[in-house]
């Protein structure tokens, strides 16, 4: 990564020059990004002091929340400090860094999606051998694996972004990201790139394949259901985790799959903001809004701070 020697800064230069905009911007971000961080850390919080809450479902939500507190930070404060202190220069290491962890997270992220779309497929279609399919070890190594497969990806795909040489050292976006970087380079070595990312595409068709099969298994089992009250507590957790699919996919359909143009674009900015900032803010929303067993775990846990003589005046 340290033979280009000629680039040791990168300018971001993703909104506009104007003080006030900046401002406003940080001030929008800052707010984006402690919402994202307090709902998921709530989400975290309650799964780990519930009991009744420790099951695969909410082991891997909780390993989902920490993984987008983890992308919404890779970003998002580098880019408020910068409009703050009125500069847009991130390090050469910073950029490598950035790349990484949001490569690292994301393709983490996914393969967690994977993970928690066979937990709802065992617990619907094979419920009498969820608990044998679905024992500790085994979640335990899911979500490792999940980790992994982020890891392994991660490292071969930074490498080659940053084994590229630069024409400028320009980046038309707020943060650093690999079709930002193809667009400034001006060596036949990006090609080397280019097929680590189809790579990864088709991994991830084959992976959302899965997925898709899993679900319409899921589907077909529930609408077999002849109580409506027993197909609306399987909806309630399968839905809010295909919504939650949905949403990481075309976010990131729209920010890596959209043709890669030579001048600075504002939708490149738009769909950088959707798959960078939505989706940790949004997670936590949709699983909560229908889950009955997790609001009674938040209200629970509320209560226990609020002292008694509160409880006693409350009631």
Not at 94 to 99: A, E
Not at 136 to 160: D, E, F, H, V
Not at 256 to 265: A, D, F, N, R
């Amino acid at each position: 990564m340290a033979n280009n020697s000629r680039v040791t800064e990168f300018i971001l230069h993703g909104f506009s020059d104007i003080q006030e905009i900046h401002i406003f911007q940080s001030i929008i971000f800052l707010i984006v990004y402690l919402v994202a961080v307090m709902e998921n850390l709530l989400i975290i919080t309650v799964i780990i002091y519930s009991p009744h809450l420790h099951t695969p479902m909410y082991f891997f939500l909780a390993n989902l929340s920490f993984q987008d507190i983890g992308s919404i930070s890779v970003t998002v404060p580098k880019s408020v400090a910068n409009s703050l202190m009125n500069t847009q220069v991130i390090s050469y290491s910073g950029c490598v860094s950035q790349v990484f962890f949001l490569v690292f997270f994301m393709i983490s992220h996914f393969y967690l999606l994977g993970v928690m779309a066979y937990d709802r497929y065992v617990a619907i279609c094979n419920p009498l051998h969820y608990e044998i399919l679905m024992n500790k070890k085994t979640c335990i190594q899911l979500a490792t694996g999940a980790w992994t497969a982020g890891l392994a990806y991660s490292i071969p795909c930074t490498r080659n972004a940053f084994t590229m040489e630069f024409c400028s050292n320009v980046i038309y976006q707020f943060f650093c990201e690999i079709p930002q970087l193809l667009k400034i380079s001006c060596s036949g070595s990006y090609l080397t790139e280019i097929w680590v990312l189809i790579f990864g595409a088709c991994l991830g068709f084959m992976y959302f394949a899965v997925v898709v099969f899993s679900y319409v298994q899921i589907i077909k089992v529930v609408l077999r259901i002849p109580s409506s009250k027993g197909k609306q507590k399987a909806f309630s957790t399968s839905l809010p985790h295909l919504l939650v699919i949905s949403l990481f996919l075309v976010s990131g359909t729209f920010a890596y799959l959209k043709p890669i143009s030579s001048s600075p674009s504002a939708f490149d900015l738009f769909t950088s903001i959707l798959y960078c900032m939505v989706p940790p803010v949004m997670n936590p929303l949709i699983y909560s809004m229908r889950n009955t067993e997790l609001k009674t775990a938040l209200r629970k846990l509320i209560l226990s701070f609020v002292p008694s003589s509160s409880k006693k005046f409350s009631l």
